[in-house]
């Protein structure tokens, strides 16, 4: 059965934010927190806020991490993805807190170290997908939210 991991996020003035992901489908209880754990190091790589609460149907204990000193909940990017549908349709990641050293002068997101290995998670036959149990087939742009 898929499941969906959900992730409370803090930043450096105790404010939260929660994020609900989709997964795939996993054959044990221990695929899913292999998952799990691939994707908050990928997710800590490419946002200053602390995961303060890790959510699999039940609590997951082990993957929180600390926000870094004056992370901001407020600041956010979106990657733009083409989806593995028929006919192809487009769909979005949010990061919350994203690094600014992630972010170029023009506000765009390059789609390489971090923030690539982040997304991947949602690329077809990774673990987590999109709202509607799609995956990304290639990433369009990236870029900081306004």
């Known amino acids: 059965m898929a499941a969906k991991f959900s992730a409370t996020l803090e930043d450096s003035r105790g404010r939260t934010t929660k994020r609900v992901y989709g997964m795939e489908t996993q054959a044990l209880l221990a695929d899913y927190l292999t998952a799990i754990t691939t994707f908050t190091t990928a997710l800590?790589?490419?946002?200053?806020?602390?995961?303060v609460k890790a959510t699999l149907l039940i609590d997951v204990a082990g993957e929180e991490f600390a926000y870094v000193a004056d992370s901001n909940i407020d600041v956010g990017a979106t990657a733009s993805a083409w989806l593995d549908t028929t006919p192809a349709r487009k769909g979005s990641v949010k990061i919350p807190g994203i690094k600014m050293t992630l972010i170029s002068s023009d506000g765009?997101?390059?789609?390489?170290?971090?923030?690539?290995?982040?997304?991947?998670?949602?690329?077809?036959?990774?673990?987590?997908?999109?709202?509607?149990?799609?995956?990304?087939?290639?990433?369009?742009?990236?870029?900081?939210?306004?």
């Open 44 to 51: 800590e790589a490419v946002t200053d806020l602390g995961l």
């Open 108 to 146: 765009s997101m390059p789609i390489t170290g971090a923030v690539a290995t982040f997304l991947a998670e949602f690329e077809t036959a990774d673990d987590f997908n999109f709202a509607q149990g799609q995956q990304a087939d290639s990433w369009i742009k990236g870029a900081l939210d306004k």
